[in-house]
């Protein structure tokens, strides 16, 4: 009889990874270009949603929690997610703005670790991000904390209806918030099938980026 460790052993492991002479040598001084150049590498391999990123936050007693939501910008100093300001997260970044980011693509056997730190942008920025979103997603925004959890069909009354209220456009929730996170340390981590991955640390120092190879 097989056992759950044996059939999760008997698992393949990065097979269809096709090595392509990728050198992490050739990554940017700065990280932020190269995390932004291997989303939409990943995006062309055919990574479904390769934008999508695990938060790791920590609640005020020490307790690690995780989601995956949408990274939605990058520019040379940070990446950009959006949320309540209220929600969770939100509480645990204004309680404790360090935080943790992954990236994982599969297609392409790569991902990303970052550590960092998570600001709140002001109001200006969270309206310019709101009015960016689709309009069901500005629609759902406003689902949050209005809308008892009882069971799906009232949520979708609740949408409904917010539908009719704002016939056009939908106005920007009063806790809804940009976020910045500026990395302090990403690692970039290129798979092989031969297990001999490949690893590049950047760490931030007072003068700039530094960085060295970790193996595997």
């Known amino acids: ?17 096709v090595p392509d002479g990728t050198d992490l040598a050739a990554l940017p001084a ?19 949603d390769p934008h999508a990123m695990v938060l790791c936050t920590v609640g005020a007693d020490g307790t690690p929690s995780t ?9 040379e100093d940070r990446l950009y997610f959006a949320s ?29 670790r970052i550590t960092g730190t998570a600001a709140a942008l002001d109001r200006s920025a969270a309206e310019a991000d709101f009015a960016d979103r689709g309009r069901g997603s500005q629609l759902s925004s406003h689902l949050h904390g209005e809308v008892p959890p009882v069971d799906r069909a009232e949520v979708l009354r609740a949408f409904d209806r917010l539908s009719e209220e704002y016939p056009e456009a939908v106005p920007c929730p009063e806790f809804w918030t940009l976020y910045g996170i500026r990395p302090d340390e ?31």
Not at 1 to 17: D, G, I, K, Q, S
Not at 67 to 75: A, S, Y
Request: aromatic share 12%.
């Open 186 to 216: 990403v690692e970039f981590w290129q798979a092989s099938p031969d297990r001999v991955h490949q690893r590049l640390r950047y760490w931030r120092e007072a003068d700039g980026w530094s960085r060295e190879y970790l193996w595997p």
């Open 1 to 17: 009889m097989m056992t759950v460790r044996n059939r999760l052993r008997a698992l393949p492991v990065f097979e269809h990874v």
């Open 67 to 75: 989601r995956t939501l949408l990274c939605k910008d990058i520019d």
């Open 30 to 48: 700065n990280p932020l270009p190269g995390i932004a150049d291997w989303i939409f590498r990943a995006a062309e391999a055919g990574q479904d």
């Open 84 to 112: 309540h300001g209220d929600s969770r997260k939100g509480l645990e970044i204004s309680g404790q703005p360090r935080v943790a980011a992954h990236f994982y693509w599969p297609a392409v056997g790569r991902q990303l």
